[in-house]
């Protein structure tokens, strides 16, 4: 799990650009590693392989513990949510990585007060091509994940944060792709269109990750506690081996998995959802009944639907 946060200012409450301050009193660990963002209000855990949710979580809270200490070693506070409640009135942008300046260049004012924040969740597969089609099958579920994320409230959307990714060419639920082949030629075309800086962005809600052997959950806002991270990645990796067993997924249109995006981000658990299959609205609590229902039999294979439905109650 990649965990972003937030430096704040603890008397004004905006957004600190003292991430490379914060960085420098950090060392990697088994656990953890600690790593920039393009805003240097930002900064990012990322734990290593777990094979519990429950291990998981322990490398969570000592990251965050420890991410804490070195930020109120410098003055600063670190918070965990999607957009900031005070932005920064500095420039943010850090362009000390060569790959950081072609994003500016590219995006230009889109990414210059970008201070948003996600919880992305990996679950490892055994290949690519199984991978892509576990993302055909997770696009119906993507929404119901941000929406249970939901934690950067802003002019009356719950989630502010997809609202100013959703200004990112391509992002949402990823299309439909028919091979590894067509994944790889969809990503190029973009590339080569000018729309991608290169073949490892992307902005979609679940992709094949570049580095490492997994598919990459990009649904959710950043986890205002532990336990939301938790939930989060029980949910992905039950989403995931329930794919992996099922058939050809039932189609959904690509308006409609748009719809539920921007109804998700509106209301978040507190209001309608899109239902994909439906094409209509219903409430964001049956889509997340429904999603529980689909991946039951993974979690109970896993021992972890009681704790899911714990940290769900902890959330509704």
Not at 91 to 104: A, S
Not at 204 to 213: E, G, N
Not at 237 to 251: C, G, Q, W, Y
């Amino acid at each position: 799990m990649e965990e972003e946060f937030l430096l704040v200012d603890t008397a004004s409450g905006r957004t600190s650009v003292r991430a490379d301050a914060v960085l420098a009193r950090l060392q990697d660990t088994d656990l953890t590693k600690f790593h920039a963002e393009l805003a240097a209000t930002q900064v990012e855990a990322a734990s290593g392989p777990c094979t519990t949710v429950a291990e998981l979580g322990q490398a969570l809270q000592q990251a965050r513990a420890t991410l804490a200490k070195a930020a109120e070693e410098i003055g600063v506070g670190l918070v965990s949510r999607g957009t900031p409640a005070k932005p920064s009135l500095q420039p943010i942008v850090r362009l000390t990585n060569p790959r950081f300046h072609r994003i500016l260049d590219a995006y230009a004012g889109v990414v210059e007060h970008y201070e948003a924040c996600g919880c992305h969740v990996h679950v490892g597969v055994p290949d690519r091509e199984t991978g892509v089609r576990i993302l055909n099958h997770l696009r119906p579920w993507l929404p119901t994940l941000l929406a249970l994320s939901a934690n950067s409230p802003d002019n009356g959307y719950a989630s502010w944060r997809m609202v100013e990714q959703s200004r990112f060419p391509g992002s949402g639920v990823p299309p439909t792709f028919t091979s590894v082949a067509d994944y790889d030629a969809h990503v190029a075309r973009m590339v080569a269109s000018g729309t991608l800086v290169d073949r490892t962005q992307s902005f979609w809600l679940a992709r094949l990750s570049s580095k490492w052997p997994t598919v990459e959950f990009r649904a959710a806002d950043a986890a205002a506690t532990v336990e939301d991270a938790m939930l989060q990645a029980a949910l992905s990796r039950a989403l995931v081996h329930t794919a992996a067993l099922d058939d050809e997924p039932r189609p959904v249109r690509d308006d409609v998995c748009a719809a539920a995006v921007w109804a998700a981000s509106r209301y978040g658990l507190d209001g309608a959802a899109v239902d994909p299959w439906r094409e209509c609205r219903v409430p964001a609590t049956a889509m997340l009944d429904r999603l529980l229902e689909h991946v039951t039999p993974a979690l109970s294979e896993r021992g972890e639907l009681a704790l899911v439905h714990d940290l769900v109650g902890q959330r509704v």
